[in-house]
């Protein structure tokens, strides 16, 4: 099947500073890309949909100054955890959808801990 | 509004055991209806899909749901738990025919012991 690679897998950061996670599709283009939240042992929480080349459509209750998300390519979408603080320590997940069918791939996942 | 409901959060059973993980949907429109495997510190993989389709699915690692509308339901099982087969698993669902944001169910922790 496709893949979608994250990166960092796991990052560490100080209290105030601001850490971006990558989101690629391996072998197919992704028009649409979603960012996920996962506390330990829930469930996934929609953050927000990215779509290529517009701004990012953000669930209720999230920040959007705070997780600021582009998606610039069909193959590439940034999440960006701005002024991080320890409750934004979480694992977070994307997934992508390819252009031509409705197939939804998921990322390995990047635990972000915030000290 | 849509929504699934997985009961029971964990779930043990004997190597070699039925698997049957339970999965409640409410839709006001067709949905589409997904099993993902979570294992440890990983992102998700899809198990198998309903897509109007056929309404007995057949996934990987020898898992099938059945959707039943009556009932509402989109139970997961396995003849045979394998060791391997510990981890979490996530109910979806979506909206029938479009590129609709899934919804999640809580999950259930499925624990396989000797």
């Known amino acids: 099947g496709a893949v979608v690679s994250q990166h960092p897998s796991w990052v560490i950061c100080k209290s105030g500073t601001s850490v971006k996670i990558e989101c690629r599709s391996l072998?197919?283009?992704?028009?649409?890309m979603f960012w996920y939240r996962q506390f330990p042992k829930q469930s996934l929480m929609l953050m927000a949909t990215s779509n290529e080349g517009s701004k990012a459509t953000y669930e209720q209750g999230v920040e959007k100054d705070k997780f600021l998300i582009n998606h610039a390519s069909l193959t590439l979408s940034t999440l960006t955890v701005t002024s991080a603080h320890p409750e934004d320590s979480s694992f977070y997940i994307c997934?992508?959808?390819?252009?031509?069918?409705?197939?939804?791939?998921f990322g390995e996942g990047s635990r972000l801990t915030v000290l | 509004a849509q929504s699934v409901t997985q009961l029971g959060s964990h779930v043990s059973v004997s190597e070699g055991a039925l698997v049957l993980l339970r999965c409640n949907y409410s839709?006001?429109?067709?949905?589409?209806l997904f099993w993902y495997v979570q294992y440890p510190n990983q992102g998700l993989q899809l198990l198998l899909k309903y897509t109007s389709a056929a309404t007995l699915v057949k996934g990987i690692n020898g898992f099938e749901a059945e959707f039943k509308k009556s009932e509402t339901s989109f139970h997961l099982t396995k003849p045979s738990a394998h060791m391997s087969d510990a981890a979490e698993y996530f109910c979806?669902?979506?909206?029938?025919?479009?590129?609709?944001?899934?919804?999640f169910g809580t999950g259930t922790r499925l624990q396989v012991t000797l």
């Open positions: 072998d197919f283009q992704a028009t649409t």
């Open positions: 997934s992508a959808r390819e252009a031509t069918g409705g197939e939804l791939f």
């Open positions: 839709s006001s429109v067709p949905p589409y």
């Open positions: 979806a669902v979506t909206r029938a025919g479009t590129a609709s944001k899934l919804t």
